[in-house]
């Protein structure tokens, strides 16, 4: 039902930014909260940030300071702007949607999240 569709990845240099983008239809966006997460390859899929229905934000503590999520419901749309990236922030980032997520709560597992993007691909250069 809910499609979720990641762009704005790239390659990018170390200290450089990038703003991903992850646009949403097919339902009703303000009741969901949602949540970005990343995989390297033979790596399992990790928490970035999230943001709750009600606009609470939690991240991972490998962003906090650089990643800044955030929602704009008008747009049925969530972002995720990275700053001072890292090669180490090297992976393919996953949007994702909870739609039983109550109004302030932000889910940080990904098995909590019931909807998913397909993925935009980033990677930073040293």
């Known amino acids: 039902q809910v499609q979720l569709v990641e762009s704005g990845g790239g390659l990018v240099q170390a200290g450089g930014s990038l703003r991903l983008s992850c646009a949403a239809s097919?339902?009703?966006?303000?009741?969901?909260?949602m949540g970005w997460f990343c995989q390297a390859p033979g790596q399992e899929r990790e928490f970035v940030a999230a943001?709750?229905?009600?606009?609470?934000?939690y991240y991972a503590d490998s962003v906090k300071g650089r990643f800044t999520i955030s929602r704009d419901n008008a747009k049925n749309t969530v972002y995720l702007q990275m700053n001072s990236l890292k090669p180490e922030d090297t992976a393919v980032y996953y949007c994702?949607?909870?739609?039983?997520?109550?109004?302030?709560?932000?889910?940080?597992?990904?098995?909590?999240?019931?909807?998913w993007g397909q993925g935009t691909q980033v990677t930073v250069s040293s």
């Open positions: 994702a949607a909870d739609s039983d997520a109550g109004y302030i709560y932000v889910p940080k597992r990904f098995n909590e999240y019931d909807y």
């Open positions: 097919g339902g009703t966006f303000s009741r969901y909260a």
């Open positions: 943001i709750s229905r009600s606009g609470g934000i």
